[in-house]
């Protein structure tokens, strides 16, 4: 991608907005005449790759390519922060339908340049697009939905009061809500504290509702609106994901009135040591849940399952982003 392409690109991954902050810089070989990039990014765990492509991208070009990384919980704030400068990110991570929305109005269409045309015709369908425009390049495919424990599932489908045989009988909203129900009543004599993982509000945590169970009534609210984004939604499925939510809220080892100050790592806690059978969230989980109470081979996922309970609308599932994290 050459210098000048693009004044600010949003690259669109739903992430994990966390880790410490880092400047890479492109070193000697920097030539101020030939450009700038200044890249804002939010996935902690590719930082060393992000320096290392910088460094061979200035060694390349000449051009000097910055790369910061937002904190735990702080990207969007030190977002708005650098926008504000003078010398602000060129590029930026977008993560999901909520940011794209506070960010939009600093990308610029990117259809026409050289990158974009580098995309498969499904990294371009995955591009957030608006009125024949489009704003974001997808880089990024990894998996979320609902991570178990096979073991405590096992375990409860042997019992007499159990509404299932077996994990493969959980297909549907209907079927996971009756089990997660269940799993809480008898927690005491399965000796775990909860069925889900407390749906933590503190700002470290809060992704998993706004860019992963948001993203899947929004998806299907736009599919029906022909696009794939619009700040403006009637809020036709939300009656499906506030189920699955309130079933969270329900079934957690947490009292609702506390959750606001649950963060990311007493959340992942709960599940990493064997606490509660079910966690929403990604395959980057696995680094915080390894080692720990619950052993790789007990890991399974299910789809993110949400229905409502008068049947009115359709059940949704779905477990891989459009465009990643």
Not at 224 to 235: A, L, P, Q, V
Not at 283 to 305: F, H, R, S
Request: with cysteine.
């Amino acid at each position: 991608m050459r210098q000048g392409i693009i004044t600010k690109t949003c690259a669109v991954a739903a992430a994990l907005a966390m880790g410490v902050s880092l400047a890479a810089c492109g070193g000697g070989s920097a030539d101020s005449d030939k450009g700038h990039v200044y890249f804002m990014n939010n996935k902690s765990e590719v930082v060393d790759q992000y320096k290392q492509l910088a460094e061979m991208y200035t060694e390349k070009t000449g051009v000097q390519v910055d790369v910061q990384t937002g904190a735990s919980g702080t990207y969007d704030a030190t977002m708005s922060s650098e926008l504000a400068k003078s010398n602000a990110p060129t590029m930026f991570n977008i993560s999901g339908f909520d940011q794209f929305a506070k960010y939009q109005k600093y990308c610029e269409p990117l259809q026409d340049t050289e990158v974009y045309k580098l995309l498969t015709d499904d990294g371009k369908a995955y591009s957030y697009t608006i009125d024949g425009d489009s704003f974001t390049l997808p880089y990024a495919a990894e998996w979320y939905g609902i991570i178990y424990n096979k073991k405590i599932i096992n375990d409860y489908a042997s019992k007499n009061y159990a509404v299932i045989k077996s994990a493969d009988d959980i297909k549907d909203y209907k079927t996971l809500k009756a089990v997660a129900e269940s799993i809480n009543e008898h927690k005491d004599d399965l000796g775990v504290d909860g069925a889900f993982a407390t749906p933590g509000l503190d700002a470290s945590d809060t992704y998993r509702f706004a860019a992963h169970m948001g993203r899947i009534p929004l998806y299907y609210e736009y599919k029906d609106m022909n696009t794939t984004f619009s700040k403006t939604i009637k809020g036709t499925y939300l009656d499906n994901y506030k189920d699955l939510f309130d079933l969270e809220l329900e079934t957690s080892p947490t009292d609702p009135s506390l959750v606001s100050s649950k963060t990311y790592d007493d959340v992942t806690s709960e599940f990493a040591l064997g606490q509660v059978a079910f966690y929403p969230n990604g395959v980057w989980a696995y680094t915080q849940i390894k080692g720990n109470e619950v052993a790789d081979d007990d890991l399974g996922m299910l789809p993110y399952y949400m229905g409502s309970r008068v049947r009115k609308r359709p059940v949704l599932r779905a477990c891989m982003t459009p465009a990643g994290r």
